[in-house]
Nanobody
Framework: QVQLVESGGGLVQPGGSLRLSCAAS????????MGWYRQAPGKQRELVAVTTSGGITTYADSVKGRSTISRDNAKNTVYLQMNSLKPGDTAVYYC???????????????WGQGTQVTVSS
């Protein structure tokens, strides 16, 4: 199986910064995209940022210019650096990865357990 383990969430004041990390482990043959989604109370889960294995990145308009997604392919790890955080960024942040577990298997989508980010004074 495959596990995605997130870390780095917490409580931060408005204007502050956080760095989220997500490490994929287990039966991994190849990883396509890795990224971050978030879900605030009463709202649907939404894309925050995603990166391909080749380094192409996509950001939600709401975080563009304030966040940077990066990836260490050797460590199967994706990072999300978030700056100038706002109360509206408060949500549970989920790591997402599209992974092929063996040569003969198709790509499958995996999710982490989520990490809480709270932006409040």
């Amino acid at each position: 199986q495959v596990q995605l383990v997130e870390s780095g969430g917490g409580l931060v004041q408005p204007g502050g910064s956080l760095r989220l990390s997500c490490a994929a482990s287990g039966s991994i043959f190849s990883i396509n995209t890795m990224g971050w989604y978030r879900q605030a109370p009463g709202k649907q889960r939404e894309l925050v940022a995603v990166t391909t294995s080749g380094g192409i990145t996509t950001y939600a308009d709401s975080v563009k210019g304030r966040s940077t997604i990066s990836r260490d392919n050797a460590k199967n790890t994706v990072y999300l650096q978030m700056n100038s955080l706002k109360p509206g960024d408060t949500a549970v942040y989920y790591c997402n990865a599209v992974i092929k577990m063996s040569f003969s298997n198709p790509f499958r989508t995996f999710w982490g357990q989520g990490t809480q980010v709270t932006v409040s004074s």
